[in-house]
């Protein structure tokens, strides 16, 4: 094939695929800037537009509803992240390891996430319903006390971590169950002849094999994390009071509630801002231990 030739299909895939690429970048392009074009005006009650300039970002530093839905969605960030790592790495092993379990039962496992949030919230709303539901039911059961769950301002929180956890876990299984079954056996024959125990295998060799799959994980997490919007509109809408209101749900509120444009654009920039942020530090994380 000669040089000529490579050009010329190489032209014609270019002006092929030229109409797909440009839609995607338009699609993803046009909102954000026109998100960011919101962000410095202001909107008055018929809808009239005038430039304002940082306004709203400046009313971001004096707004306490700012500052408790950062410290909320990171609260919930933070908690989840733990739980969703942590019962990830524990049933990719149980299902690495446990070849008895039929193909049934390892479906099952890994289900939750597949189903549609709002199918999920409605779920444990009614689930943890305090009066009717089922949870308090367990619990009074075995002698302890009931909870309010989503309607306590010190439970919303671990709760939802709690149902996020439940659905997400597998997902995070699945990515490190894909990073066990890529680790070489040869390391773990000679760790069992050197008579290591399964504990010390798993903190010495498995763990530190996993680590690039673990942050990977991570980060894919934590884009959803971050911008947790579904489970807690359906189930708290950001209460009981303001305690389960991330920016991501104040941001909508205040652009749909009380059509503040202007202001709920500015707010959803600054989260844009801090879920780029996370993602390009785990990266980071990620490229430093994979080396």
């Known amino acids: 094939m000669t040089h000529g030739s490579?050009?010329?299909?190489?032209?014609?895939?270019?002006?092929?695929?030229?109409?797909?690429?440009?839609?995607?970048?338009?699609?993803?392009?046009?909102?954000?800037?026109?998100?960011?074009?919101?962000?410095?005006?202001?909107?008055?009650?018929?809808?009239?537009?005038?430039?304002?300039?940082?306004?709203?970002?400046?009313?971001?530093?004096?707004?306490?509803?700012?500052?408790?839905?950062?410290?909320?969605?990171?609260?919930?960030?933070?908690?989840?992240?733990?739980?969703?790592?942590?019962?990830?790495?524990?049933?990719?092993?149980?299902?690495?390891?446990?070849?008895?379990?039929?193909?049934?039962?390892?479906?099952?496992?890994?289900?939750?996430?597949?189903?549609?949030?709002?199918?999920?919230?409605?779920?444990?709303?009614?689930?943890?319903?305090?009066?009717?539901?089922?949870?308090?039911?367990?619990?009074?059961?075995v002698g302890l006390p009931p909870s309010e769950w989503l309607a306590s301002p010190v439970w919303v929180i671990p709760t939802i971590a709690l149902i996020d956890t439940w659905q997400w876990a597998p997902y995070v299984a699945l990515i490190v169950l894909g990073g066990l079954q890529s680790l070489p056996p040869s390391v773990y024959e000679a760790a069992q002849i050197d008579g290591a125990s399964s504990f010390r295998i798993f903190r010495r060799i498995t763990l530190p094999l996993l680590l690039p799959t673990i942050v990977t994980a991570a980060v894919l997490r934590s884009v959803d994390l971050l911008r947790f919007f579904d489970i807690i509109y359906i189930t708290t809408q950001g209460g009981p009071g303001n305690a389960s209101n991330t920016l991501n749900i104040y941001g909508f509120r205040v652009g749909f509630e009380f059509f503040n444009i202007g202001y709920s654009s500015a707010l959803m920039i600054t989260l844009s801002v801090i879920v780029l942020g996370a993602v390009l530090m785990l990266n980071r994380l990620r490229n430093a231990v994979a080396w």
Do not use: C
Request: proline share 4%.
């Open 6 to 141: 490579t050009n010329s299909q190489g032209r014609q895939l270019a002006a092929l695929s030229a109409p797909a690429v440009i839609f995607t970048v338009a699609m993803i392009a046009f909102p954000v800037v026109y998100t960011v074009w919101l962000g410095f005006h202001s909107f008055s009650a018929t809808g009239e537009g005038s430039f304002s300039g940082l306004a709203n970002y400046s009313k971001l530093v004096a707004d306490g509803e700012f500052w408790n839905g950062l410290y909320v969605t990171f609260a919930l960030y933070i908690l989840s992240m733990v739980l969703q790592l942590v019962a990830g790495i524990y049933l990719a092993m149980l299902l690495f390891h446990s070849k008895r379990l039929s193909g049934l039962l390892r479906s099952l496992l890994i289900s939750p996430f597949m189903m549609p949030p709002v199918v999920a919230g409605m779920m444990w709303l009614v689930i943890l319903d305090p009066s009717l539901g089922a949870a308090n039911y367990i619990l009074e059961s």
